[in-house]
């Protein structure tokens, strides 16, 4: 449980527009990053009857969601929601599918007005492409949740694949064996050959039209992977290091995503 005094003792700083902002344990970083996104909902529910909001899936997102979905008087029946990826081909019960993640960790808790699922067990996925696409343009998401992958990767756009000028706004992707190995890693399948080898995912230019991202990246196994978004030149190689080039974009670290930065920290 978190207690104002941990999420008080942050850490600030800057890379290139990109703000960082690094908390002594999991639980503060995700208050922290759920109340900067209660916020946000708060001003953007003053002048929006409908408000387009896309959260994120995974590990890194638990502690974010918990605090978010728990903080009262948060304008939840103005928000049309819609989420980052989804698997091909996996059931809605597993306990991998980011449908039933999200239903587990948002839908069920909080009084949503509307949710966009992506079906990945649909049969034809360039349909379901083109139709989740249409529903985020008339939408015009205002806010993104998001996390980073251990290659890079933002949503499911890992680096073999990723393309800051993709001209679709979501498409099917086949994911790379360092994804795959961290989602069994994390424990959301056996075996890395039970992970599906493709996914549907928001593209990277449909991410950076959301003028808000708050980006989740607690633990240890983060570590590399946030050093690499703060110190290589922004490619393809790292998806993420585009992050800094975004206009209004804060990355939530805990102590151990932190761990690997060294001369980026401030003094406390």
């Given amino acids: 449980m978190s207690t104002k005094s941990d999420i008080d003792r942050v850490r600030r700083f800057k890379v290139g ?34 408000m387009g909001v896309i959260f994120a899936t995974g590990a890194s997102q638990l502690a974010t969601l918990d ?21 091909v081909a996996l059931p809605v019960e597993h306990p991998a599918s980011f449908r039933g993640y999200l239903r587990r960790n948002l839908t069920d808790k909080v009084p949503i007005r509307e949710f966009n699922e992506v079906d990945g ?8 492409c083109s139709n989740y696409a249409e529903r985020l343009r008339s939408a015009k998401p205002q806010l993104c949740l998001l996390g980073i992958g251990e290659n890079g990767h933002l949503a499911f756009n890992d680096p073999p694949i990723a393309n800051f000028s993709d ?30 080898e493709c996914a549907i995912s928001l593209t990277i230019p449909t991410m950076f039209r959301v003028p808000r991202l708050i980006v989740s990246v607690p633990g240890i ?22 992050l800094r080039a975004h206009p209004g974009v804060t990355v939530y670290l805990d102590i151990d995503s932190a761990s690997k930065l060294g001369d980026f920290l401030p003094p406390h």
């Fill in 167 to 196: 001209p679709l706004d979501v498409k099917v992707v086949k994911l790379d064996e360092a994804c795959r190995t961290q989602q069994t890693a994390e424990g959301w399948f056996k075996t890395t050959s039970d992970v599906p």
């Fill in 121 to 128: 067990t649909a049969e034809d996925l360039e349909q379901v």
């Fill in 221 to 242: 196994r983060k570590a590399a992977i946030v050093l690499r978004t703060l110190e290589e030149t922004i490619s393809t190689a790292c998806p993420a290091t585009i």
């Fill in 67 to 87: 605090a978010l979905t728990r903080i009262g008087g948060l304008p939840w029946e103005k928000v049309c929601g819609f989420h980052l990826d989804e698997y």
């Fill in 17 to 50: 527009t990109m703000n960082v902002e690094v908390y002594p344990t999991r639980e503060a970083m995700g208050a922290a990053a759920a109340h900067a996104t209660a916020e946000a909902m708060k001003q953007l529910a003053l002048s929006q009857d409908i």
